[in-house]
C-alpha cells in the first residue's frame, strides 16, 4: 500500500470492524481513499468492510454497519486493516486470530487503526514489528505485551504491517500512503478538498503538548510536568523532581500553587491514579501489579488513595468495565 505500483492497478483494501470500532477511525481511513478516486477520475482504491460472522456490526457511537462479508469468507485483498476501538478485550477471538494468521501466511499486510492493534498481537502478527496505537491503551498494552516494540506516535510503518493510533490520525497516514503510492501532488490535493491543512507525520506524537493542554508557558513548570509524567512507575521524591530542572523545593512548590492552584505532590498523585485507572478497565493485571506499576509501595496505600480520589475503591472500578 505504501509502495508505488502501476497508475492503472486498483488497489483491494479489506477493512475488518469489531465490535463497538471507532467510527472516527474508520471513516478516516476510508475518505481519503474516496476522495483520491475522485481527484485522479481513476479507481485507484477499492474497498470491502468485514465482521467477525458478516453479521451488522455497531460502531462505539452506536451507529451500525451492514459489512460486505465475514473474516471467514475467501477474498481477495492486497493489505488488511482491524478497526476496533472500545470493549476490544471482550472480543478476543480465536477465530480472528486464526483467519489473520492466514492472511500473514498468504503475505497480506496487515495493519490496525485504533485499537485493532491488540487483535493483532493477540494473533501473534507484531513480534518483531515496531507498532502503535491510541495513547489511551499505550500503558495497558505494553503491560500485556511487554516483548512488542510500542511507540506513541501517530502511526508506524514497519515493512508490511502498518498501524495508526486512531482518531483522525488514519487521515494523515491514508494521505501518507496516497503520496507514496501515487505522488505528492494527487496527496496534497486529497488534503485540500478535506480541508486537511495540518499534514502530521508518522512520527508525530498522538497526544497535544503540554503547553497547549494546561496554557502554562513557564519553561521550568512544564519540563518539571514532563519529568513527572515519565516517571510513573519508579515515582520520584519532590526533591529529584525540582533537581531535574534545576529549582529548589520551594520554587517547584511555588509554581504549581500559581499556576495549577494545587501542590506538585497532589498532582503527581493524580498523574499516578489517572494511570491506574486506565490499567484496571483495560487489562486483567491483578491490583497489587497496577499499584507497581503506579508507583504505589503496596496494595493498601494505592486502594486508600484511590479511594479518596474517585470515591470507591479500585475493585469498583474493574467491576464497573
Not at 113 to 133: E, F, K, M, N, W
Not at 182 to 194: D, P, R, T, Y
Amino acid at each position: 500500500m505504501f509502495e508505488k505500483q502501476r497508475s492503472d492497478k486498483t488497489q483491494r483494501i479489506g477493512f475488518l470492524l469489531l465490535p463497538f470500532f471507532s467510527m472516527i477511525a474508520f471513516t478516516s481511513c476510508i475518505e481519503p481513499l474516496r476522495v483520491a478516486n475522485r481527484m485522479s477520475r481513476k479507481k485507484l482504491y477499492n474497498w470491502k468492510t468485514l465482521s467477525i460472522n458478516g453479521n451488522v456490526i455497531p460502531a462505539s457511537n452506536g451507529v451500525t454497519i451492514t459489512p460486505d462479508g465475514s473474516i471467514s469468507d475467501p477474498i481477495d485483498i492486497d493489505v488488511l486493516f482491524v478497526c476496533a476501538g472500545v470493549k476490544t478485550r471482550e472480543y478476543k477471538d480465536i477465530i480472528i486470530s486464526r483467519q489473520l494468521r492466514s492472511y500473514a501466511r498468504a503475505n497480506v499486510p496487515l495493519g490496525s487503526v485504533c485499537t485493532g492493534s491488540i487483535a493483532l498481537a493477540d494473533a501473534g502478527l507484531l513480534d518483531g514489528y515496531r507498532c502503535t496505537l491510541h495513547w489511551e491503551n499505550v500503558e495497558s498494552f505494553v503491560e500485556n505485551y511487554p516483548h512488542l516494540d510500542v511507540t506513541a506516535t501517530l502511526f508506524e510503518i514497519d515493512r508490511n504491517r502498518y498501524t495508526c493510533s486512531g482518531g483522525t490520525a488514519p487521515l494523515d497516514m491514508m494521505i501518507y500512503a496516497i503520496s507514496q503510492t501515487h505522488g505528492k501532488h494527487l496527496a496534497i490535493n486529497v488534503a485540500e478538498q478535506m480541508l486537511h491543512s495540518n499534514l502530521r507525520k508518522q512520527h508525530d506524537p498522538q497526544r497535544m503538548p503540554i503547553q497547549h493542554k494546561t496554557g502554562i508557558k513557564n519553561p521550568k513548570l512544564l519540563a518539571a510536568i514532563a519529568f513527572m509524567e515519565t516517571n510513573i512507575e519508579t515515582s520520584r521524591d519532590l526533591s529529584n523532581v525540582a533537581q531535574s530542572v534545576n529549582i529548589s523545593l520551594r520554587q517547584l512548590e511555588r509554581l504549581f500553587r500559581s499556576h495549577l492552584s494545587m501542590t506538585p505532590s497532589k498532582y503527581y498523585l493524580e498523574l499516578r491514579l489517572q494511570k491506574s485507572q486506565l490499567l484496571l478497565r483495560q487489562t486483567t493485571m491483578p491490583i497489587l501489579h497496577i499499584a507497581v506499576a503506579s508507583g504505589f509501595k503496596s496494595a493498601a496505600h494505592f486502594t486508600q488513595a484511590y479511594r479518596r480520589h474517585f470515591g470507591y475503591p479500585p475493585s469498583t472500578e474493574r467491576k464497573k468495565n
